[in-house]
């Protein structure tokens, strides 16, 4: 008779798919690495804004990227529970990755929610201070923090793809 397999121990259907870069890693997962990937790229676009003293694209931008951002991360948080957690993720690394696919996650991760919860406050005040404070006296803040998160999505983005190699690709 055969074993029943749980969530934890299947792979069946998970990352087989092959269907953006020939890796073990499904759609979601490819999907969200874009997303980690382009989003420095698009944060930078968005300050020739602020150069240029268009605000309401520089905020359209930032606001339309955190929503993407934060989409993507909950699409790849519940395929990522769906297939058994964070360890069933882990586990698909080769077995000599094993310990750096740990440790590479356990920053990404750390890195990723200061990143995301600096991006959302920035974000949310920045909006209730736009048109009143903005550009004024809250815009060195806002400037310091927009360079942290800048420099937290470049982070993601490198941690993202080495996590991503060594767990699909390795």
Request: overall charge positive; some cysteine; proline content about 2%.
């Amino acid at each position: 008779m055969p074993r029943s397999e749980s969530a934890k121990t299947s792979h069946a259907n998970v990352g087989d798919d092959r269907l953006v870069f020939g890796t073990r890693a499904d759609l979601v997962v490819d999907l969200t690495l874009v997303t980690n990937v382009v989003a420095p790229v698009v944060a930078l676009a968005s300050l020739r804004f602020v150069r240029r003293r268009r605000y309401n694209a520089h905020r359209l931008f930032q606001i339309t990227l955190l929503v993407v951002c934060v989409l993507a991360v909950v699409a790849l948080e519940v395929r990522i529970r769906l297939a058994g957690g964070s360890g069933a993720l882990v586990s698909r690394a080769p077995a000599n990755w094993l310990g750096v696919a740990r440790a590479v996650l356990a920053v990404h991760i750390s890195v990723a929610v200061l990143t995301y919860l600096a991006w959302g406050w920035l974000a949310v005040v920045s909006s209730r201070r736009y048109m009143a404070n903005l550009p004024g006296t809250f815009s060195s803040r806002h400037r310091r923090v927009g360079w942290l998160v800048f420099a937290g999505l470049c982070f993601n983005a490198i941690s993202a793809m080495t996590m991503y190699f060594v767990t699909f690709a390795a």
